[in-house]
Nanobody, 121 residues
Framework: EVQIVESGGGLVQAGGSLRLSCIVS????????IGWFRQSPGKEREGVSC????????NYADSVKGRFTISSDNAKNTVYLQMNSLKPEDTAVYYC??????????????WGQGTQVTVSS
């Protein structure tokens, strides 16, 4: 059974930082694309960032480029999303997803429960 558990969300002031963690079990971690989506009320779900665990390649939404950094620790089956210079518009529920095996993009085959990130102005 695939399990995805996110943590690290919370309330932060604009300009602050948070680090989200995503632990994935039940699949061969290094064969999957692991990524983050987010959704806030009244807005469409948005792909935030994705990492290909096998080779470390990454991509980002334009809205977070230069502020967010995704990384993976294959030994711990964990992906991190370091979020700096947070803005109120980053407020959303952030979901970790796994896609694959051998996926080259994050399409969301498996989903976690989500973690709330709230950025106050």
């Amino acid at each position: 059974e695939v399990q995805i558990v996110e943590s690290g969300g919370g309330l932060v002031q604009a300009g602050g930082s948070l680090r989200l963690s995503c632990i994935v079990s039940g699949l061969r971690f290094d064969a999957y694309a692991i990524g983050w989506f987010r959704q806030s009320p009244g807005k469409e779900r948005e792909g935030v960032s994705c990492v290909i665990a096998s080779d470390g390649s990454t991509n980002y939404a334009d809205s977070v480029k230069g502020r967010f950094t995704i990384s993976s620790d294959n030994a711990k089956n964990t992906v991190y999303l370091q979020m700096n210079s947070l803005k109120p518009e980053d407020t959303a529920v952030y979901y970790c997803t796994a896609s694959g095996p051998l996926a080259r993009r994050c399409r969301g085959d498996f989903w976690g429960q989500g973690t709330q990130v709230t950025v106050s102005s």
